[in-house]
């Protein structure tokens, strides 16, 4: 089995990738429950979990990604 670089650096970002938009999907529908059951005038935490989520995600990219 080729265990080159690029081929490990594919398989970390699909991974991440993976992660991302599990973790989007699972922060939507959160957000939906908690609306549901706080009952704001507006959609707060479906807004405020994915962006809280992306945000991290983000920062965990960078650095992950950064030089050293």
Do not use: N
């Not at 704001?40 to 990219?61: A, E, H, K, Q, T």
């Amino acid at each position: 089995m080729d265990k080159s670089p690029r081929k490990t650096s594919f398989w970390k970002y699909a991974g991440l990738a993976t992660q991302f938009f599990a973790g989007i999907g699972i922060t939507l529908w959160l957000g939906q429950l908690a609306d549901k059951q706080f009952g704001p005038s507006f959609p707060l935490w479906v807004w405020l979990l994915p962006l809280l989520l992306i945000s991290g995600m983000l920062y965990r990219i960078i650095r992950e990604t950064s030089s050293k």
